[in-house]
T-cell receptor, first 113, second 117 residues
Framework: DAKTTQPNSMESNEEEPVHLPCNHS???????IHWYRQLPSQGPEYVIH???SNVNNRMASLAIAEDRKSSTLILHRATLRDAAVYYC??????????????FGSGTRLSIRP | GAVVSQHPSWVICKSGTSVKIECRSL??????MFWYRQFPKQSLMLMAT?????????EQGVEKDKFLINHASLTLSTLTVTSAHPEDSSFYIC?????????????FGPGTRLLVL
């Protein structure tokens, strides 16, 4: 699997936007960029994914660089409940049922009240 | 959205006993499920892939005789930690891939915290 690089930790203020970066310089043409997050003492949950174009959903936005070697997860207005570890993961577009997810170390996001 | 449940949510056992953890896909079928282990302050580590109707596939370094996996039906996979020891104390999480339009998404259970005394 292609590797991703994320900062170990980030801190932000409540009600402000948060930009979480991810580098994936060895991404292949068929890799989708996925983001999951893990709240304290819970299993991970899906946040968003994309291939080339920027994506928006109710949780976040995903901005993908034109060369696809990096991406940024954007939380538009952080709340205390967004404090979690955020994982940036590359997944091949085949998506067979046996397609496993290998987690990196992620970014631990802290939110200041 | 799809829901994956785990039971129990936490368990305390004595060293040397076996513990079974269940993972269920509640509103969808899963021919494949995945088991992860997570130690405090660390990331999730994939242990094995559970396959309905066939043997599980274990990741390198994971003892298959210690971590028994049975995928009994299209909605249930179980992980049994045999002869548990204190070093097996961890947070165990399962996941299952979505189906149809949600096949790009993995759905994770809430986790089972195991403490071996």
């Amino acid at each position: 699997d292609a590797k991703t690089t994320q900062p170990n930790s980030m801190e932000s203020n409540e009600e402000e936007p948060v930009h979480l970066p991810c580098n994936h310089s060895t991404i292949s043409g068929t890799d989708y960029i996925h983001w999951y997050r893990q709240l304290p003492s819970q299993g991970p949950e899906y946040v968003i994914h994309g291939l080339t174009s920027n994506v928006n959903n109710r949780m976040a936005s995903l901005a993908i660089a034109e060369d696809r070697k990096s991406s940024t997860l954007i939380l538009h207005r952080a709340t205390l409940r967004d404090a979690a570890v955020y994982y940036c993961i590359l997944r091949d577009g085949g998506y067979s049922s046996a397609s496993k997810i290998i987690f990196g170390s992620g970014t631990r996001l802290s939110i200041r009240p | 959205g799809a829901v994956v449940s785990q039971h129990p949510s936490w368990v305390i056992c004595k060293s040397g006993t076996s513990v079974k953890i269940e993972c269920r896909s509640l509103d969808f079928q899963a021919t494949t499920m995945f088991w992860y282990r997570q130690f405090p302050k660390q990331s999730l580590m994939l242990m094995a892939t559970s396959n309905e109707g066939s043997k599980a596939t274990y990741e390198q370094g994971v003892e298959k005789d210690k971590f028994l996996i049975n995928h009994a039906s299209l909605t249930l996979s179980t992980l049994t930690v045999t002869s548990a020891h204190p070093e097996d104390s961890s947070f165990y999480i399962c996941s299952a891939p979505g189906t149809g339009g949600s096949r790009k998404t993995q759905y994770f259970g809430p986790g089972t915290r195991l403490l071996v005394l």
